[in-house]
Nanobody
Framework: VQLQASGGGTVQVGGSLRLSCVAG????????MGWSRQAPGKDRELVAA????????YYTDTVKGRFIVSRDGAKDTVTLQMNNLKPEDTAVYYC??????????????????WGQGTEVTVSS
């Protein structure tokens, strides 16, 4: 399985960006897809995830009300719409795919496949 992320860039505070991730290859079973980020000097954190079955989303508290995660099962695509961006959102964003339905979608250490990362910079 290959994950290809796109859509990063530089935006001013309060602006918006849209990240997309396409899963290619032998995607036989997807339980969830998510977006994690890693800022310089900080640990990676899962910011949003979405159940492939019913579309139920998860957001970490710092992005609730600003980010929207969605999926297109037919295209094996997950999208992260990021609004009202803040400087603290600056990070490399990675999409990830979780296969097992027995693993929690809210902990990215259980995710099986990862994309290459796309950089998001929010300038003040």
């Amino acid at each position: 399985v290959q994950l290809q992320a796109s859509g990063g860039g530089t935006v001013q505070v309060g602006g918006s960006l849209r990240l997309s991730c396409v899963a290619g290859g032998a995607v036989f079973s997807t339980h969830a897809m998510g977006w994690s980020r890693q800022a310089p000097g900080k640990d990676r954190e899962l910011v949003a995830a979405i159940s492939w079955c019913d579309g139920s989303p998860y957001y970490t508290d710092t992005v609730k009300g600003r980010f929207i995660v969605s999926r297109d099962g037919a295209k094996d695509t997950v999208t992260l719409q990021m609004n009202n961006l803040k400087p603290e959102d600056t990070a490399v964003y990675y999409c990830a795919l979780l296969i097992s339905p027995h693993r929690p979608t809210t902990d990215d250490k259980y995710y099986d496949f990862w994309g290459q990362g796309t950089e998001v910079t929010v300038s003040s």
